[in-house]
């Protein structure tokens, strides 16, 4: 069992990036918006993003369509 508290360490790894002042570029991997936009809100205080939409998945244009513009509206 995993017992590493991921969301504890990247809250430390954001406390130190405030108090020396740095905003690194963080390639964030995105496959819906419904699961990236929390993650793109939260972090993008603290980093650079560039968000990387893909997902293999969707077989359906317009459901890629519609999946993509959710990205956009979620990163402005």
Known sequence: MNKRNYSKELDDIIFDLS???EYPR???HCCCAPCSSYVTEYLHEHFNLTLFFYNPNITEENEYLNLKKEIEE???
Do not use: H
């Open 19 to 21: 108090e020396k002042k």
């Open 26 to 28: 963080l390639l964030l």
């Open 74 to 76: 979620a990163k402005n």
